[in-house]
Nanobody, 119 residues
Framework: QVQLVESGGGLVQAGGSLRLACAAS????????MAWFRQAPGKERTSVAR????????YYTDSVKGRFTISRDNAKNTMYLQMNSLKPEDTAVYFC????????????WGQGTQVTISS
């Protein structure tokens, strides 16, 4: 069992930056592929970025490439999402996830953190 807690959300102006963190408790954090999903009001939940167990492989959805960076610190059981050059369309609830496979449906979800970008 893995428990995930996100932090770092908030309200910033367009062009600003935020750093989200996901703290994991439970066993074997380093064995899980991790990801960030987001859900905007009235829209489906979508994958934003993924990172492999070692951190050596990453994936970004096209709309955030070059602006967002996903990383993890297995010694601290924590994953991060550095978000730069934020746009109003990045406004969403951001969810941290953990899964047994890199591309599969996540097995565990955090409660989400709100990110709001004002224009």
């Amino acid at each position: 069992q893995v428990q995930l807690v996100e932090s770092g959300g908030g309200l910033v102006q367009a062009g600003g930056s935020l750093r989200l963190a996901c703290a994991a408790s439970g066993r074997a954090f380093s064995r899980y592929a991790m990801a960030w999903f987001r859900q905007a009001p009235g829209k489906e939940r979508t994958s934003v970025a993924r990172i492999s167990t070692s951190g050596g492989n990453t994936y970004y959805t096209d709309s955030v490439k070059g602006r967002f960076t996903i990383s993890r610190d297995n010694a601290k059981n924590t994953m991060y999402l550095q978000m730069n050059s934020l746009k109003p369309e990045d406004t969403a609830v951001y969810f941290c996830t953990a899964g047994r496979t890199y591309w599969g449906t996540p097995d565990y979800w955090g409660q989400g953190t709100q990110v709001t970008i004002s224009s």
